[in-house]
């Protein structure tokens, strides 16, 4: 007999089991949503966005604010 594999949803979706190991700090999660994965690693990229372009405004903010003080 064959089981029915299907699934109606992403919510009804089992995410696989993952590991993140980076010397001392483990982070181990299992039977996570692949919407839940989803929305983790999308929140992270965005806010990792969010930092590098904070950092290049007040590159450019700190170059204008030199040239102000050289003229």
């Not at 181990?28 to 590098?52: C, D, H, I, M, P």
């Amino acid at each position: 007999m064959s089981e029915n594999m299907s699934a109606d949803g992403a919510t009804s979706t089992p995410g696989g089991n993952f590991k993140l190991d980076c010397g001392n700090v483990r982070l181990k999660a299992e039977n996570v949503t692949e919407r839940v994965q989803l929305v983790v690693v999308s929140t992270l990229s965005l806010a990792f966005l969010g930092a590098l372009s904070f950092g290049a405004w007040m590159l450019v903010q700190d170059s204008r604010h030199d040239r102000e003080e050289d003229s």
